[in-house]
């Protein structure tokens, strides 16, 4: 069975940190996939996807994500994160031609000016 | 062009009381799915609609819980009896639901319902 581990529960930066909040999944052949974002208040927001090709993947907000496929991963990046980016962050994978997507526990980050 | 639509955004039961979640797609997207978020999880699959027909329910409780989209459109999902176990978010999420076509599901604001 499809899982996905996040294994940073809770982070805390100061502003203009830089970022890496970690993905693994575990799944035997081709998948998508996914970083939602979930502000305060607000409902889950797409932040970037992978389906196919360049595995370093630009999103929304200067988020970017790279998919290492000998390790399973899709790792979060952002060189300088902004009070603004305060949210939960959530990883997703579904295998290819399926729309089953498993969620990882989600990763807290807090941004403090 | 509007979102998905989730109603009521919060919801106060007693134990032993039904409960309906209502979902409405954004338009024109065939694919409507349904979630259990728990408190400090991602959320979990509980039911997906292919138009009017469920084409995964492995993960609905059926002791308890029943979906329905009639007319493939909107969507609602009903708890009866609650139980305090039940309180979580409920999250609706839609897709174009296009075969052959790698797809983003895009969620609603979800229903928090607490169970008393």
């Known amino acids: 069975a499809q899982s996905v581990s996040q294994h940073n529960h809770h982070v805390i930066l100061s502003e203009a940190a830089s970022l890496e909040l970690g993905c693994n999944y575990s799944?035997?052949?081709?998948?998508?996939l996914f970083w939602y974002v979930q502000y305060p208040g607000q409902h889950l927001q797409l932040l970037l996807k992978?389906?196919?090709?360049?595995?370093l993947v630009k999103g929304i907000k200067g988020f970017e994500a790279e998919f290492i496929k000998s390790k399973f991963s899709f790792n979060l990046r952002k060189p300088s994160v902004q009070w603004s980016d305060t949210a939960e962050y959530f990883c997703?994978?579904?295998?290819?031609?399926?729309?089953?997507?498993?969620f990882g526990t989600g990763t807290r980050l807090q941004v403090f000016p | 062009e509007a979102g998905v639509v989730q109603s009521p955004r919060y919801k106060i039961i007693e134990k032993k009381q039904p409960v309906a979640f209502w979902c409405n797609p954004i338009?024109?997207?065939?694919?409507l799915y349904w979630y259990l978020q728990n408190l400090g999880q991602g959320p979990e699959l509980l039911i997906r609609?292919?138009?009017?027909?469920?084409?995964?329910d492995s993960q609905l409780p059926k002791d308890r819980f029943s979906a329905e989209r009639l007319k493939g459109v909107d969507s609602t999902l009903k708890i009866q009896p609650a139980e305090l176990g039940d309180s979580a978010v409920y999250l609706c999420?839609?897709?174009?639901?296009?075969?052959?076509?790698?797809?983003?599901?895009?969620f609603g604001p979800g229903t928090r319902l607490l169970v008393l």
């Open positions: 999420a839609s897709s174009l639901g296009q075969r052959g076509v790698e797809e983003t599901q895009y």
């Open positions: 799944y035997g052949g081709t998948v998508n």
């Open positions: 992978y389906f196919s090709g360049d595995p």
């Open positions: 997703a994978v579904n295998a290819k031609g399926t729309d089953k997507l498993i």
């Open positions: 338009s024109g997207h065939n694919t």
């Open positions: 609609y292919e138009n009017e027909e469920a084409v995964d």
